[in-house]
């Protein structure tokens, strides 16, 4: 018989775990039981190293849980009242691919946005809907909450494909919202930011700080702060500034995946760059810092998060996993942004598009705030790439080459239809492992 909650982590062999696992063991109001690992068999060897280290963290806690470690996927989904998924299919290499094949051609080579989120959309929606399909039939009742890649698209398939209860999550909105408190030297309780638009394609519209709107003070800030000034608050995406002019365009702060699309040609040369220069894409540097980060895992001596962590990314993925957990277990109402289904939050876009907004969490789920209409500045660039994720979606499940195509045309970083045709017949062709539904 169940004592408390059970959480089962599938990707559990992922170097980002121990952050969740510590910050497991720091919230007070969630009992906690039991934490189960799962991962693929070719990943054992990882997962088992990342259970050995979060071990010692728990034995060097003041809190208490069981944790282990399975490849037994059906057993753990029949006992958790919490499914976080955070895999990676084909892993860092597959990763790799995504990001060098659109750089071939001249593309922007990212692992969410452009060809290469496209390409890891492809690989991964029929997996998370086989664990959803598993789910329903195992346990219907649990939650999943989603942090895999491209995480929007992903929670958007299984809303419209699946009857499970999903949540998608990503670590940027509150990474924006804590920078510009620590920016500002105010508590992150006395700030709330009101975001609207798409996972890795949002905007915060209005900062507020005990009430009272500080948005043009923030802008101010942004368009003052010099390129050396600039602290990266996402470790993925190299350290960004805003022109000035820019902001005052468009007077909200971008997320800052918005590089990539307004920032285009300078992004590219970066990527290029680092290849040019032996560093490689971000996939390959985070190989190296995965590497270093599992030996440092495997030092009987390492009781603590390593700092090297910090560069992997993922800052605030185990706060905003808890805070989620703690609404949905203790019917704690509170508001958070997160990916939901769209209903009447953003008057652009479809009721049952799945959007990156607040929303009211409670113990019956999310339910997206409506929002006021989004700006005409940024309301073409929200419908094009929201356009682009249903038709990846659709091809994904349906295994549709011309829905493919289409997907890629409509992507705003995919510059012509020669080149998308391309990229396709590459993607397609280095990922037919993983591809089946294109085979014919």
Known sequence: MKSGIRIAVIGGGSSYTPELISGLLDVDDLAIEQVTLVDIPEGRDKMEII????????????????????CNRHQALAD??????????????????????????????????????????????????????ELEELNPEAWLINFTNPSGMITEALLRYQGIRTIGLCNVPITIERTIAQALHVSPDVISVDFLGLNHLSFARHVYVQGKDITPLVLEFLKNMSQDAVKNSVANIPKETWAPYLLDAVPMIPNPYLQYYWNTDVMLRKQLADIENGKGT?????????????????????????ELLMQRGGAYYSTVAVMLMESLA???RREMVVNVKNDQALDVLPADSVVEVPAVIDGRGARAITMEPVPLEVKGLIQQVKAYEQLTIEAAVEGHRGKALAALLTNPLVPSSEIAHKILDDILRENAAYLPQFAS
């Open 80 to 133: 958790a009242d919490f499914v976080l998924s955070q895999f990676r299919v084909g892993g860092l290499n597959a990763r790799a691919r995504d990001e060098s094949i659109p750089l071939k051609y001249g593309v922007i080579g990212q692992e969410t946005v452009g060809a290469g989120g496209f390409a890891s959309a492809l690989r991964t929606i029929p997996v998370a809907l086989e664990l959803a399909r």
């Open 282 to 306: 971000r996939a390959i540097q985070v190989m190296a810092i995965e590497a270093e980060l599992f030996k440092q895992y495997q030092n009987p001596q390492q009781v603590t998060l390593p």
């Open 51 to 70: 259970r050995t280290f979060c071990q010692r963290l728990i034995d060097h806690s003041n809190k208490k849980f069981i944790l282990q470690a399975t």
């Open 330 to 332: 203790l019917n704690k």
